[in-house]
Protein backbone atom coordinates (compact mmCIF):
# COMPACT_ATOMS: atom_id res chain seq x y z
CA UNK A 1 0.00 0.00 0.00
CA UNK A 2 2.34 2.66 0.56
CA UNK A 3 3.86 1.64 -2.62
CA UNK A 4 0.96 2.49 -4.07
CA UNK A 5 0.73 5.82 -2.21
CA UNK A 6 4.37 6.36 -3.30
CA UNK A 7 3.48 5.76 -6.72
CA UNK A 8 0.47 7.83 -6.35
CA UNK A 9 2.16 10.28 -5.07
CA UNK A 10 5.05 10.65 -7.68
CA UNK A 11 2.40 10.59 -10.62
CA UNK A 12 1.09 13.99 -9.37
CA UNK A 13 4.20 15.59 -9.71
CA UNK A 14 5.23 14.34 -12.69
CA UNK A 15 2.24 15.91 -14.53
CA UNK A 16 3.05 18.89 -12.87
CA UNK A 17 6.49 18.86 -13.87
CA UNK A 18 5.29 18.60 -17.26
CA UNK A 19 2.80 20.84 -17.32
CA UNK A 20 4.99 23.61 -15.99
CA UNK A 21 7.43 22.50 -18.74
CA UNK A 22 4.56 23.20 -21.20
CA UNK A 23 4.24 26.56 -19.60
CA UNK A 24 7.66 27.27 -19.76
CA UNK A 25 7.72 26.16 -23.41
CA UNK A 26 4.81 28.06 -24.50
CA UNK A 27 4.89 31.20 -22.25
CA UNK A 28 7.54 32.79 -25.30
CA UNK A 29 4.28 32.87 -27.39
CA UNK A 30 1.68 33.97 -24.97
CA UNK A 31 0.29 37.51 -25.75
CA UNK A 32 2.52 40.41 -24.24
CA UNK A 33 0.05 41.35 -21.75
CA UNK A 34 0.04 37.60 -20.09
CA UNK A 35 3.95 38.16 -20.01
CA UNK A 36 3.46 41.21 -17.72
CA UNK A 37 1.07 40.08 -15.45
CA UNK A 38 2.99 36.98 -14.95
CA UNK A 39 6.18 39.45 -14.07
CA UNK A 40 4.26 41.82 -12.42
CA UNK A 41 2.79 38.35 -10.10
CA UNK A 42 6.45 37.10 -9.25
CA UNK A 43 7.07 40.63 -8.57
CA UNK A 44 4.02 40.99 -5.82
CA UNK A 45 4.54 37.69 -4.43
CA UNK A 46 8.41 38.02 -3.72
CA UNK A 47 8.28 40.17 -0.37
CA UNK A 48 9.57 40.00 2.80
CA UNK A 49 8.19 37.00 4.89
CA UNK A 50 7.08 37.72 8.32
CA UNK A 51 6.04 35.82 11.67
CA UNK A 52 2.37 34.37 12.15
CA UNK A 53 1.76 37.05 15.42
CA UNK A 54 2.66 39.98 12.65
CA UNK A 55 -0.48 39.02 10.20
CA UNK A 56 -3.23 42.44 10.96
CA UNK A 57 -6.65 42.64 9.27
CA UNK A 58 -5.13 45.47 6.98
CA UNK A 59 -2.84 42.82 5.64
CA UNK A 60 -5.53 40.21 5.39
CA UNK A 61 -7.31 42.72 2.88
CA UNK A 62 -4.48 42.95 0.69
CA UNK A 63 -3.65 39.41 0.52
CA UNK A 64 -7.33 39.19 -0.32
CA UNK A 65 -7.05 41.17 -3.64
CA UNK A 66 -3.91 39.58 -4.27
CA UNK A 67 -5.76 36.41 -4.41
CA UNK A 68 -8.13 38.44 -6.68
CA UNK A 69 -5.45 39.46 -8.94
CA UNK A 70 -3.96 36.10 -9.19
CA UNK A 71 -7.29 34.24 -9.92
CA UNK A 72 -7.60 36.79 -12.89
CA UNK A 73 -4.23 36.35 -13.95
CA UNK A 74 -4.90 32.52 -14.45
CA UNK A 75 -7.90 33.11 -16.13
CA UNK A 76 -6.03 35.39 -18.74
CA UNK A 77 -3.12 32.74 -18.33
CA UNK A 78 -5.61 29.78 -19.10
CA UNK A 79 -7.47 31.45 -22.15
CA UNK A 80 -3.72 32.13 -23.32
CA UNK A 81 -2.74 28.72 -23.27
CA UNK A 82 -6.35 27.54 -24.64
CA UNK A 83 -5.18 29.80 -27.74
CA UNK A 84 -1.83 28.96 -28.18
CA UNK A 85 -3.15 25.14 -27.86
CA UNK A 86 -5.53 25.57 -30.58
CA UNK A 87 -2.81 27.57 -32.68
CA UNK A 88 -0.64 24.78 -32.21
CA UNK A 89 0.44 22.17 -34.88
CA UNK A 90 -1.01 18.78 -33.99
CA UNK A 91 1.08 15.74 -33.71
CA UNK A 92 -1.19 13.97 -36.36
CA UNK A 93 -0.67 16.96 -38.51
CA UNK A 94 2.41 16.57 -37.86
CA UNK A 95 2.80 13.54 -38.82
CA UNK A 96 1.14 14.05 -41.93
CA UNK A 97 3.20 16.68 -43.11
CA UNK A 98 6.46 15.21 -42.47
CA UNK A 99 4.96 11.96 -44.05
CA UNK A 100 4.24 14.00 -47.25
CA UNK A 101 7.38 15.48 -46.94
CA UNK A 102 9.54 12.21 -46.61
CA UNK A 103 7.31 10.62 -49.47
CA UNK A 104 7.89 13.80 -51.67
CA UNK A 105 11.58 13.71 -50.82
CA UNK A 106 11.46 9.64 -50.95
CA UNK A 107 10.04 10.60 -54.82
CA UNK A 108 12.35 13.00 -55.66
CA UNK A 109 15.36 11.02 -54.30
CA UNK A 110 14.17 7.63 -56.09
CA UNK A 111 13.58 9.97 -59.65
CA UNK A 112 17.21 11.04 -59.39
CA UNK A 113 18.47 7.85 -58.44
CA UNK A 114 16.52 6.62 -60.96
CA UNK A 115 17.49 9.00 -63.44
CA UNK A 116 20.81 9.05 -62.44
CA UNK A 117 20.95 4.98 -63.25
CA UNK A 118 19.29 5.09 -66.43
CA UNK A 119 21.99 7.54 -67.55
CA UNK A 120 24.92 5.78 -66.33
CA UNK A 121 23.26 2.66 -68.19
CA UNK A 122 22.78 4.36 -71.07
CA UNK A 123 25.88 6.08 -70.80
CA UNK A 124 27.55 2.41 -69.95
CA UNK A 125 25.30 0.67 -72.85
CA UNK A 126 26.16 3.31 -75.03
CA UNK A 127 30.04 2.95 -74.73
CA UNK A 128 29.46 -0.94 -75.35
CA UNK A 129 27.50 -0.58 -78.09
CA UNK A 130 30.03 1.71 -79.71
CA UNK A 131 33.07 0.08 -78.69
CA UNK A 132 31.65 -3.16 -79.77
CA UNK A 133 30.43 -1.47 -83.15
CA UNK A 134 34.07 0.21 -83.33
CA UNK A 135 35.90 -3.30 -82.82
CA UNK A 136 33.39 -5.39 -85.24
CA UNK A 137 33.71 -2.30 -88.22
CA UNK A 138 37.66 -2.72 -87.47
CA UNK A 139 37.72 -6.42 -87.78
CA UNK A 140 36.09 -6.33 -90.61
CA UNK A 141 37.87 -3.55 -91.72
CA UNK A 142 41.09 -5.79 -91.31
CA UNK A 143 39.11 -8.57 -92.67
CA UNK A 144 38.56 -6.88 -95.78
CA UNK A 145 42.03 -5.40 -96.06
CA UNK A 146 43.28 -8.61 -95.62
CA UNK A 147 41.33 -10.15 -98.55
CA UNK A 148 41.97 -6.88 -101.20
CA UNK A 149 45.76 -7.39 -100.12
CA UNK A 150 45.68 -10.97 -100.94
CA UNK A 151 43.86 -10.56 -104.31
CA UNK A 152 45.55 -7.65 -104.89
CA UNK A 153 49.08 -9.76 -104.49
CA UNK A 154 47.47 -12.70 -106.76
CA UNK A 155 46.77 -9.93 -109.64
CA UNK A 156 50.00 -8.61 -109.15
CA UNK A 157 51.70 -11.58 -109.39
CA UNK A 158 49.78 -13.11 -112.14
CA UNK A 159 49.80 -9.57 -114.28
CA UNK A 160 53.55 -9.74 -113.61
CA UNK A 161 53.84 -12.84 -114.89
CA UNK A 162 51.64 -12.08 -118.18
CA UNK A 163 53.44 -8.91 -118.12
CA UNK A 164 56.50 -10.33 -118.55
CA UNK A 165 55.15 -13.31 -121.00
CA UNK A 166 53.43 -9.97 -122.90
CA UNK A 167 56.91 -8.12 -122.63
CA UNK A 168 58.90 -11.07 -124.12
CA UNK A 169 56.34 -11.39 -126.67
CA UNK A 170 56.14 -7.39 -127.59
CA UNK A 171 60.21 -7.77 -128.05
CA UNK A 172 59.81 -10.49 -129.91
CA UNK A 173 56.93 -8.80 -132.26
CA UNK A 174 58.87 -5.91 -132.31
CA UNK A 175 62.19 -7.35 -133.21
CA UNK A 176 59.85 -9.04 -135.93
CA UNK A 177 58.32 -5.60 -137.05
CA UNK A 178 61.69 -4.06 -137.13
CA UNK A 179 63.02 -7.23 -139.41
CA UNK A 180 59.75 -6.39 -141.15
CA UNK A 181 60.21 -3.06 -141.48
CA UNK A 182 63.77 -3.62 -142.54
CA UNK A 183 62.59 -5.72 -145.51
CA UNK A 184 59.98 -3.69 -146.28
CA UNK A 185 62.12 -0.95 -146.86
CA UNK A 186 64.10 -2.94 -148.74
CA UNK A 187 61.20 -4.43 -151.20
CA UNK A 188 60.01 -1.05 -151.41
CA UNK A 189 63.69 0.16 -152.53
CA UNK A 190 63.99 -2.96 -154.63
CA UNK A 191 60.66 -2.16 -155.92
CA UNK A 192 61.65 1.20 -156.63
CA UNK A 193 64.53 0.26 -157.96
CA UNK A 194 62.78 -2.07 -160.32
CA UNK A 195 60.31 0.16 -161.39
CA UNK A 196 62.34 2.95 -162.79
CA UNK A 197 64.71 -0.16 -163.96
CA UNK A 198 61.65 -1.28 -165.73
CA UNK A 199 60.67 2.35 -166.73
CA UNK A 200 63.85 2.78 -168.30
CA UNK A 201 64.21 -0.35 -170.13
CA UNK A 202 60.56 0.39 -171.62
CA UNK A 203 62.04 3.49 -172.40
CA UNK A 204 64.92 2.12 -174.17
CA UNK A 205 63.21 -0.07 -175.95
CA UNK A 206 60.91 2.48 -177.52
CA UNK A 207 64.02 4.96 -177.88
CA UNK A 208 63.40 3.92 -182.27
CA UNK A 209 59.72 5.15 -181.52
CA UNK A 210 57.77 7.75 -182.99
CA UNK A 211 54.02 8.17 -182.35
CA UNK A 212 52.17 9.54 -184.56
CA UNK A 213 48.75 11.83 -183.97
CA UNK A 214 45.59 12.92 -185.51
CA UNK A 215 46.71 10.57 -188.73
CA UNK A 216 43.45 10.18 -190.48
CA UNK A 217 41.99 6.48 -190.47
CA UNK A 218 41.51 4.26 -193.40
CA UNK A 219 39.68 1.34 -194.20
CA UNK A 220 42.24 -1.24 -195.05
CA UNK A 221 44.95 1.29 -194.59
CA UNK A 222 48.93 0.50 -195.55
CA UNK A 223 50.76 2.53 -192.57
CA UNK A 224 53.83 2.03 -193.64
CA UNK A 225 53.46 2.75 -197.62
CA UNK A 226 51.66 5.53 -196.70
CA UNK A 227 54.43 7.17 -194.25
CA UNK A 228 56.85 6.64 -196.76
CA UNK A 229 54.82 8.50 -199.66
CA UNK A 230 54.18 11.19 -197.22
CA UNK A 231 57.49 11.76 -196.25
CA UNK A 232 58.51 11.74 -199.95
CA UNK A 233 55.73 14.45 -200.78
CA UNK A 234 56.20 17.05 -198.13
CA UNK A 235 60.07 16.74 -196.68
CA UNK A 236 61.49 15.25 -199.89
CA UNK A 237 62.42 12.16 -197.45
CA UNK A 238 63.51 8.37 -199.32
CA UNK A 239 62.23 6.23 -196.34
CA UNK A 240 63.10 2.79 -197.51
CA UNK A 241 60.08 0.79 -196.21
CA UNK A 242 62.80 -1.87 -194.85
CA UNK A 243 63.33 0.89 -192.08
CA UNK A 244 60.26 0.78 -190.58
CA UNK A 245 60.44 -2.87 -188.55
CA UNK A 246 56.77 -1.83 -187.44
CA UNK A 247 53.59 0.31 -187.27
CA UNK A 248 50.13 0.14 -186.35
CA UNK A 249 47.34 2.26 -184.96
CA UNK A 250 46.88 1.59 -180.65
CA UNK A 251 43.73 2.15 -178.54
CA UNK A 252 43.59 5.62 -177.39
CA UNK A 253 42.54 9.31 -177.69
CA UNK A 254 39.61 10.57 -176.92
CA UNK A 255 37.72 7.74 -178.74
CA UNK A 256 36.22 10.85 -180.88
CA UNK A 257 39.36 11.34 -183.39
CA UNK A 258 41.72 8.74 -185.29
CA UNK A 259 43.59 6.30 -182.81
CA UNK A 260 47.31 6.78 -182.61
CA UNK A 261 49.91 5.07 -184.49
CA UNK A 262 53.35 4.04 -183.09
CA UNK A 263 56.14 3.28 -185.60
CA UNK A 264 59.39 1.85 -184.78
CA UNK A 265 62.82 2.26 -187.22
CA UNK A 266 65.26 0.12 -187.25
CA UNK A 267 67.84 2.56 -185.52
CA UNK A 268 67.73 5.90 -183.95
CA UNK A 269 69.82 7.51 -186.53
CA UNK A 270 66.40 6.56 -188.90
CA UNK A 271 64.02 7.45 -186.44
CA UNK A 272 65.64 11.21 -185.69
CA UNK A 273 65.92 11.68 -189.44
CA UNK A 274 62.17 11.40 -189.30
CA UNK A 275 61.02 13.09 -186.35
CA UNK A 276 63.79 16.25 -187.19
CA UNK A 277 60.74 17.25 -189.69
CA UNK A 278 58.00 17.44 -186.69
CA UNK A 279 58.11 21.34 -187.43
CA UNK A 280 57.15 20.97 -190.99
CA UNK A 281 53.69 22.54 -191.92
CA UNK A 282 52.98 19.99 -194.51
CA UNK A 283 53.58 17.20 -192.28
CA UNK A 284 51.30 19.02 -189.29
CA UNK A 285 48.66 18.72 -191.94
CA UNK A 286 48.80 14.95 -191.75
CA UNK A 287 49.70 14.22 -188.48
CA UNK A 288 52.01 15.24 -185.77
CA UNK A 289 54.88 13.19 -184.54
CA UNK A 290 56.07 12.72 -180.95
CA UNK A 291 58.43 10.77 -179.17
CA UNK A 292 57.16 7.27 -177.77
CA UNK A 293 57.50 7.72 -174.05
CA UNK A 294 56.13 5.42 -171.38
CA UNK A 295 53.30 5.86 -169.63
CA UNK A 296 55.50 7.43 -166.00
CA UNK A 297 57.68 9.41 -168.35
CA UNK A 298 54.63 11.29 -170.11
CA UNK A 299 52.71 11.57 -166.88
CA UNK A 300 56.13 13.31 -165.28
CA UNK A 301 56.75 15.63 -168.29
CA UNK A 302 53.11 16.60 -167.93
CA UNK A 303 53.24 17.43 -164.23
CA UNK A 304 56.69 19.64 -165.19
CA UNK A 305 55.03 21.38 -167.86
CA UNK A 306 52.14 22.51 -165.52
CA UNK A 307 54.40 23.19 -162.61
CA UNK A 308 55.00 27.18 -161.98
CA UNK A 309 58.13 26.60 -160.65
CA UNK A 310 59.17 25.33 -164.00
CA UNK A 311 59.75 26.79 -167.54
CA UNK A 312 59.80 24.35 -169.88
CA UNK A 313 60.31 20.56 -169.92
CA UNK A 314 61.26 18.14 -172.76
CA UNK A 315 62.39 14.41 -173.55
CA UNK A 316 66.00 13.71 -175.21
CA UNK A 317 67.53 10.68 -175.24
CA UNK A 318 65.51 8.77 -172.82
CA UNK A 319 65.49 11.28 -170.08
CA UNK A 320 62.89 14.13 -168.78
CA UNK A 321 64.97 17.07 -168.36
CA UNK A 322 63.52 20.72 -167.42
CA UNK A 323 64.23 24.33 -166.29
CA UNK A 324 63.51 26.17 -163.17
CA UNK A 325 62.96 29.77 -163.03
CA UNK A 326 66.22 30.89 -161.78
CA UNK A 327 67.60 28.73 -165.74
CA UNK A 328 69.02 26.02 -163.99
CA UNK A 329 68.66 22.59 -166.00
CA UNK A 330 67.35 19.56 -164.19
CA UNK A 331 67.19 16.03 -164.86
CA UNK A 332 63.93 13.93 -163.14
CA UNK A 333 63.50 10.55 -162.95
CA UNK A 334 59.64 9.21 -162.07
CA UNK A 335 60.12 8.89 -158.63
CA UNK A 336 61.78 11.84 -157.99
CA UNK A 337 60.54 14.85 -155.50
CA UNK A 338 60.28 17.79 -157.73
CA UNK A 339 60.47 20.26 -154.53
CA UNK A 340 63.31 18.79 -153.42
CA UNK A 341 65.11 18.36 -156.46
CA UNK A 342 64.48 21.85 -156.92
CA UNK A 343 66.29 23.10 -153.27
CA UNK A 344 69.19 20.79 -153.70
CA UNK A 345 70.55 23.38 -156.69
Request: with cysteine.
Amino acid sequence: MAEKSGVLKKTPEKEQTKTKKLVQLDLKSAPVSVRKSIVSEKAAVKKPRTSSGDHTPAHDGSTSDQHVNISGDLHQIQQSLTEIRESMVKKSDVKVLVSEILLELKNEIKSEIKQEIVDEMKKDFEESIKNKVKKEFEDKIDEKCKEFETQTKEISEGFNLDFDTLREKLNSQASELRSLNDKLKQCESAAQSAMTLANQNQQYSQKANIKFLNWAEEKNENLRSKLCTILKEAVKMDLDPSDVLAIHRIPGGDGKGPRPVIAKFRNTEVKIAVIKNRSNDKLKKCFTMHDHLTYFNAKLLRNLNGDPRIQSAWYYNGKIFALDEQGRRHRFDILDNVSEKLKRR
